[in-house]
């Protein structure tokens, strides 16, 4: 499982420098439909693989549409991040932040505590998140894109919690495909007077974008991320974006060209010596 969350982990990474291309092409409305619309159709190989009857309950439900908003709500957030702000910046306050409020959400609804070591990790957590910033004047985190951002740990951490107690309803395959088809419903009704097609007008590097965020950044890693939580906790699930940044910022180097300074792997090392602190038994 911890292969599978570093693959996972990855595989999001990478997804920020394909988000940042379809921000420059079309509308928020019109990209969001058609990654959830790709993401369900994907899902649709994968169940008739684990061949799992499909079963929906009133419990099953609540927590489908629940994430269902949440997921949509992300979906918004990251897209005007990424299209007012930086793409390395989105992955650095969403992953380091993410997993901090998840913690703190676990903590106060469930009152569990913390130990003395993972306290330590969530700290050199937001250490590196600085150091990837080069954060010198506070006042430079809260502009409009960085607020954006700072929405999506926020949101992503409620998610976490939700997909960590949905499983004792429903198969996490089943809970990732029903989230997807919810929100894609909901899109269509949202963009209905937008021009949807105009999707078959874009160009090859447009489709490879959004092939990956659908098919490897959406169903792939956020499956496998639904799985771990109810297997590690969301807590300790949580932990392992620390490592998102990382391959973030080193995809961003190789696909957009982006300069690889020495902030970036000094901040990356500190965040994945957190995600050793929070996991170490």
């Known amino acids: 499982m911890n292969k599978l969350m570093i693959?996972?982990?990855?595989?999001?990474?990478?997804?920020w420098s394909a988000l940042k291309v379809l921000t420059y092409?079309?509308?928020m409305d019109v990209v969001v439909f058609w990654r959830f619309f790709f993401m369900s159709l994907t899902f649709i190989p994968i169940l008739i693989f684990f061949k799992r009857p499909l079963v929906l309950n009133k419990d099953s439900l609540k927590y489908i549409m629940s994430s269902?908003?949440?997921?949509?709500?992300?979906?918004?957030?990251?897209f005007y991040g990424i299209k007012y702000g930086l793409a390395g910046a989105g992955s650095v306050i969403i992953t380091t932040f993410s997993p901090i409020m998840t913690f703190l959400?676990?903590?106060?609804?469930?009152r569990n505590k913390l130990q003395t070591r993972q306290y330590f990790?969530?700290?050199l957590g937001l250490v590196g998140g600085y150091i990837l910033l080069q954060l010198g004047d506070f006042s430079l985190f809260l502009n409009?894109?960085?607020l954006y951002f700072l929405f999506c740990a926020t949101i992503w951490a409620g998610v976490t919690v939700l997909s960590q107690h949905s499983q004792k309803h429903i198969h996490p395959i089943h809970y990732s495909f029903f989230i997807s088809v919810v929100a894609t419903l909901f899109m269509f009704f949202y963009s209905y007077d937008s021009d949807l097609m105009v999707v078959f007008d874009q160009d090859f590097k447009f489709w490879i974008s959004m092939i990956y965020l659908a098919v490897f950044g959406q169903t792939i890693a956020t499956t496998i991320f639904f799985i771990a939580s109810g297997k590690l906790g969301s807590e300790k699930t949580s932990s392992y974006m620390f490592l998102v940044p990382v391959f973030a910022l080193l995809s961003a180097s190789i696909l957009l060209d982006e300069p690889m300074q020495i902030h970036v792997i000094i901040g990356g090392i500190i965040s994945m010596v957190a995600v050793y602190f929070i996991n170490k038994k």
């Open 105 to 110: 959400l676990v903590a106060i609804l469930f």
């Open 68 to 78: 269902s908003v949440l997921n949509v709500s992300f979906m918004f957030s990251s």
């Open 7 to 15: 693959l996972a982990m990855f595989l999001w990474g990478s997804g």
């Open 144 to 146: 409009s894109a960085n």
């Open 121 to 123: 990790g969530l700290l």
């Open 25 to 27: 092409e079309l509308p």
